[in-house]
């Protein structure tokens, strides 16, 4: 459940409580989201991201903002890390190994060529993987570049309803493959 001040209005005048106040500590750290992807971490954590696909070991597997290429996910850590060289080696090894895995999954419920991975964290320094499912049905003038040659502005954006079926496939895909519950 979250907080009532969380509820209300996603933010909250914090010289309104007590300095000592438990309560104002705990809003303090978990309204702190210095990057879009601590945001979106809390909202997988609460059940409020609609993009939210399974909770994984690592982390949340969720969907593209856009779907230029349809089922095109990420993976976001949980805890948040700044980049891949934050976690210790067990972490590392399970993060990576599940990214892959996502893919795998991605892969056989698209039908899609090949996936292409990518880190970067420059935009937003905080770690996420995204998963790429690239296909011979894409143009010949987008299908050998990476994939921040499509006109992200003028893709499809994500739409709960259209992309229920899509999640779900990947999803039970996931579960099948003992990644999730």
């Given at each position: ?10 933010a ?20 702190q989201m210095?990057?879009?992807i601590?945001?979106?971490?809390r ?10 696909i ?17 089922g095109y996910c ?13 976690m210790?080696?067990?972490t ?15 892969l056989?419920?698209t039908g ?23 296909n ?12 921040w040659?499509?006109d ?10 259209e ?17 999730c519950?």
């Amino acid at each position: 459940m979250r907080p009532a001040a969380i509820r209300r209005c996603g933010a909250i005048a914090f010289n309104t409580l007590s300095r000592n106040n438990a309560r104002q500590r705990f809003l303090r750290k978990n309204l702190q989201m210095p990057t879009l992807i601590h945001q979106r971490v809390r909202d997988c954590q609460l059940g409020n991201y609609p993009k939210t696909i399974a909770r994984v070991k690592s982390g949340w597997v969720v969907l593209g903002d856009v779907q230029f290429l349809p089922g095109y996910c990420l993976l976001l850590p949980d805890p948040v890390v700044p980049d891949l060289n934050a976690m210790n080696e067990e972490t590392r090894k399970t993060f990576l190994l599940e990214m892959s895995q996502v893919g795998d999954a991605v892969l056989a419920v698209t039908g899609a060529t090949r996936i292409n991975y990518e880190m970067l964290g420059n935009v937003e320094p905080a770690l996420h993987a995204h998963i790429f499912p690239r296909n011979d049905e894409e143009t010949e003038e987008l299908k050998l570049k990476p994939v921040w040659f499509y006109d992200w502005d003028k893709a499809r954006a994500f739409d709960a309803e259209e992309d229920a079926p899509m999640m779900a496939k990947i999803r039970e895909e996931l579960r099948s493959r003992g990644l999730c519950d």
